[in-house]
T-cell receptor
Framework: EAGVVQSPRYKIIEKKQPVAFWCNPISGHNTLYWYLQNLGQGPELLIRYENEEAVDDSQLPKDRFSAERLKGVDSTLKIQPAELGDSAVYLC???FGQGVKDTQYFGPGTRLTVL | DAKTTQPPSMDCAEGRAANLPCNHSTISGNEYVYWYRQIHSQGPQYIIHGLKNNETNEMASLIITEDRKSSTLILPHATLRDTAVYYCIASGSGNEKLTFGTGTRLTIIP
């Protein structure tokens, strides 16, 4: 079974440039998550989708961050414009959406460096 | 989600049992204890979860105290591949937001 796929794995951009990350969840998983992980810290949720609906985006900085999950399968997270403080690892995860018994499966992440 | 407290780092000899503690004194009655680990340069990986009974699977055992204010993750025979950051999380549901702390960095010593 293929895991959560993310691309690119690494991205280096200059500040004020736009950047996009792509995630393909495990087949059949209804719930998709985007997390942000700063160096030395645990991941923090940015947004959670149930199928194509964003059910928790309270931590997403909406002035510069946007996300979409068209057709309820793969998802794109965008930053425009990027700032120096956005340098971090962006993790995508997916789950079946079974509540308590659910487990989240994480991709390898995209490491973003903003210069 | 209830706050959890873990030691920042631990060492364990290869082949020995690794016992990772977690305090969650404010956990509510409907919150489960989840454990994930993160090996360097990888995404977090689910290990185990439980409510109040002890749980065991192929990866680890989870011991939860009777008052549910603390728990211990046990890796019975640690290998070098178990070197990772281990996160203890209290959550009402596995598919909602997971609030990761800074975790315990476990180093397995050859």
């Amino acid at each position: 079974e293929a895991g959560v796929v993310q691309s690119p794995r690494y991205k280096i951009i200059e500040k004020k440039q736009p950047v996009a990350f792509w995630c393909n969840p495990i087949s059949g998983h209804n719930t998709l998550y985007w997390y942000l992980q700063n160096l030395g810290q645990g991941p923090e949720l940015l947004i959670r989708y149930e199928n194509e609906e964003a059910v928790d985006d309270s931590q997403l900085p909406k002035d510069r961050f946007s996300a979409e999950r068209l057709k309820g399968v793969d998802s794109t997270l965008k930053i425009q414009p990027a700032e120096l403080g956005d340098s971090a690892v962006y993790l995508c995860a997916s789950s079946f959406g079974q509540g308590v018994k659910d487990t989240q499966y994480f991709g390898p992440g995209t490491r973003l460096t903003v210069l | 989600d209830a706050k959890t407290t873990q030691p920042p780092s631990m060492d364990c000899a290869e082949g020995r049992a690794a016992n990772l503690p977690c305090n969650h004194s404010t956990i509510s009655g409907n919150e489960y204890v989840y454990w994930y680990r993160q090996i360097h340069s990888q995404g977090p990986q689910y290990i185990i979860h439980g409510l109040k009974n002890n749980e065991t699977n192929e990866m680890a055992s989870l011991i939860i105290t009777e008052d549910r204010k603390s728990s211990t993750l046990i890796l019975p025979h640690a290998t070098l591949r178990d070197t990772a950051v281990y996160y203890c999380i209290a959550s009402g549901s596995g598919n909602e937001k997971l609030t990761f702390g800074t975790g315990t960095r476990l180093t397995i010593i050859p």
